[in-house]
């Protein structure tokens, strides 16, 4: 069974910085593709970020697109999303999980707990 924990979220001023931290374990998922996702206040959860296994090509959402990059260093089971220019809609709890590449569909049915990020205006 995989466990996903997620850290590195917290307050931060419209326009700053924040790296989100993903660690897994309890089986290897270096042969899946990951992704970030996100959960604002009275909002479904919403794919941001992906990353294939072996080849390294990245997806994101249009939201994210230029702002967001997401990256992983297999050896330590972790895959990481640097946003940059938060705005406050970035306001959510951020998750992830392995996902399908191709539908951004998460893979894994369980979640961890996420991070909560609060952009302030």
């Known amino acids: 069974q995989v466990q996903l924990v997620e850290s590195g979220g917290r307050l931060v001023p419209a326009g700053g910085s924040l790296r989100l931290t993903c660690e897994f374990s309890?089986?290897?998922?270096?042969?899946?593709?990951m992704g970030w996702f996100r959960r604002a206040p009275g909002k479904e959860r919403e794919f941001v970020a992906g990353?294939?296994?072996?080849?390294?090509?990245?997806l994101y959402s249009d939201s994210a697109k230029g702002r967001f990059t997401i990256s992983r260093n297999s050896a330590r089971n972790t895959v990481y999303l640097h946003m940059t220019s938060l705005k406050p809609e970035d306001t959510a709890i951020y998750y992830c999980?392995?996902?399908?590449?191709?539908?951004?569909?998460?893979?894994?049915?369980?979640w961890g707990q996420g991070t909560q990020v609060t952009v302030s205006s």
């Open positions: 309890g089986r290897s998922l270096n042969n899946y593709s």
């Open positions: 990353i294939r296994d072996t080849i390294l090509h990245t």
């Open positions: 999980n392995a996902i399908d590449y191709n539908t951004r569909k998460a893979v894994f049915p369980s």
